[in-house]
């Protein structure tokens, strides 16, 4: 039986203390105007503690402690062979405190206890301590000058970058940021979504445990058009690293062209399509991954496989074995070890959820399971695995990124219109598609425009790869070794010999 499975969450639960305090210059601290927010549990909808409200007075300070810190040289000029010990003690204080962090997750935002603890935990380590193992093999260059010179191509730190990132994955989207951003030098403010500060807030305390010196690394929980506004604002930032939706996005491009051109890393929104040709192998199988591709973490990813393209030849048996998935996918308490699909992360995004349902069956396609709130009884915000079937490329449905469990069936005719259908949408982050033929395969993977292309597997990556999209997804990549690119800066260095 696995760890998950043996442990008594509930009892686990009880016993947390939560940090629901800034994390300013190595110490926590109330927001300076006193203010503070619920943080809610979405599975029961009682409010679990409340966290400090920071607004611009907070971000100036964190800051400023995050410039102080820069301008020391106490990190940003640390050998790059003892800031990978500290973010390797890190990582490994990361697992040490996975049962913890992976229950503040789950109360959080509502994912099962057996995805934070199987997945998000223990993937966040992992990403830390790539970039710790990374950061001192990683050399600058010399450039090909005529003998009368050296030319040196330097990468430097940015400086002070604020990550804003969003509540589906808290913590490993966080350290998406901060494992590429600390490895370069840089120091960091860190702003989780409002509905879920509580994994930022803990393992902040961790990294300072683990060698990093105060003001390196800030957290200041708060909404986002006051806190996160601030430092897209701010005058000190010299980068925005920024995890969410399309729309907050451009806010960003904004606030930079308004305020000090700060640079700007975009990881945003997507409506990836998942497409089946008639030849594709085992559709058993290809449903199984259908159905993870768009229910996994109540749909509530990014690449969430959220329109099914599906071969008009097979379409109805195709949709009718997703559909057989959704009776194991029904919610249930995160906390319980054997729940697969969870709570959705407040009230707000359930009713937005809910209401593009009600557009699906208003435009016309045809439900074919789920559709209704579930489990209202507990005070939380369940909605179950929900399809639609005969969905057309134009409805609401297959153009709008949902972020919840629905998914949307779009009919196609051979693979022309398969990928002039995928290529149809604003959004360009993820891709996938069941072939048995290669050059099918090869032809789609030139020809759609999407940032990751799965090929006969669904959400297959891991950290050695990069992630990011194309068109209004965003711009910057996460992840591997490209990653460190957007933490650092080219200086030249020539000397006349
Ligand atoms: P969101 O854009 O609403 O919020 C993201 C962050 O921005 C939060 O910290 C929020 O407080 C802040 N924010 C909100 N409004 C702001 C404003 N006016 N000014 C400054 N900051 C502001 O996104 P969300 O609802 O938290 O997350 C869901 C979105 O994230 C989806 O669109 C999803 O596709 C996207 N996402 C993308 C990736 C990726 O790697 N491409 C990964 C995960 C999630």
């Not at 998000?120 to 970039?131: E, N, V």
């Not at 800030?218 to 729309?247: I, K, W, Y």
Request: charged letters at 25%; a negative charge.
């Amino acid at each position: 039986m696995s760890a998950a499975l043996k442990t008594d969450w509930h009892d686990q639960a009880r016993r947390l203390d939560y940090r629901n305090q800034a994390f300013i210059d190595g110490r926590y601290v109330p927001a300076a105007g006193g203010k503070t927010f619920d943080c809610v549990s979405p599975a029961t909808g009682q409010v679990l503690t409340k966290v400090a409200a920071c607004e611009s007075e907070d971000v100036d300070r964190a800051v400023a402690s995050a410039r102080k810190a820069f301008e020391s040289g106490v990190w940003s000029r640390m050998a790059p062979r003892d800031r990978k010990r500290v973010l390797q003690r890190f990582a490994q204080l990361i697992l040490d405190h996975a049962t913890e962090l992976a229950l503040l997750e789950t109360l959080d935002m509502g994912k099962p206890i057996r995805d934070s603890s199987s997945i998000d935990i223990p993937l966040s380590a992992r990403c830390i301590a790539y970039y710790a193992e990374a950061i001192d093999k990683v050399y600058d260059q010399v450039a090909p000058t005529a003998d009368n010179a050296l030319a040196l191509v330097l990468r430097e730190p940015l400086g002070v970058i604020a990550a804003v990132v969003p509540w589906n994955f808290p913590l490993m989207m966080a350290c998406w940021k901060l494992g590429p951003a600390l490895a370069t030098g840089n120091s960091v403010v860190l702003k989780p979504a409002e509905q879920s500060p509580l994994t930022a807030l803990r393992v902040a305390e961790l990294a300072v445990e683990a060698g990093l010196p105060a003001g390196v690394l800030n957290v200041v929980p708060g909404f986002g058009e006051t806190a996160g506004q601030a430092l897209g604002r701010h005058m000190d930032v010299d980068m925005v690293t920024f995890t969410g939706s399309t729309e907050v996005g451009k806010y960003f491009m904004k606030y930079s062209g308004e305020s000090n051109l700060k640079r700007v890393s975009l990881e945003c929104g997507g409506k990836t399509p998942h497409i089946v040709m008639p030849d594709a192998e085992n559709l058993d199988r290809i449903a199984a991954e259908a159905a993870g591709g768009i229910f996994f973490n109540q749909g509530e990813v990014c690449n969430a496989g959220s329109r099914l393209l599906v071969h008009e030849s097979i379409k109805d048996e195709f949709v009718a074995k997703v559909a057989a998935y959704a009776p194991e996918l029904q919610p249930g308490d995160p906390l319980d070890p054997t729940t697969k699909l969870g709570a959705l992360v407040e009230r707000r995004h359930m009713e937005r959820v809910l209401g593009y349902i009600d557009r699906g069956r208003s435009e016309g396609a045809r439900l074919v399971v789920g559709g209704e709130r579930v489990r209202q009884e507990t005070g939380g915000y369940y909605v179950p695995p929900t399809i639609f079937a005969d969905v057309t490329p134009g409805m609401t449905i297959a153009r709008e990124e949902i972020f919840g469990p629905v998914l949307s069936a779009i009919p196609f005719k051979d693979l022309d219109d398969a990928i002039r259908i995928a290529n149809d949408s604003i959004y360009g982050l993820g891709a996938a598609l069941w072939t048995r033929d290669i050059t099918t395969a090869h032809r789609a993977a030139r020809r759609i425009r999407a940032g990751i292309l799965y090929v006969n597997t669904y959400d297959s990556d891991d950290i050695t790869t990069p992630f990011g999209g194309f068109k209004q997804s965003g711009f910057g990549r996460d992840k591997s070794l490209h990653a460190l690119d957007k933490y650092t800066d080219l200086k030249t260095v020539w000397i006349g010999l």
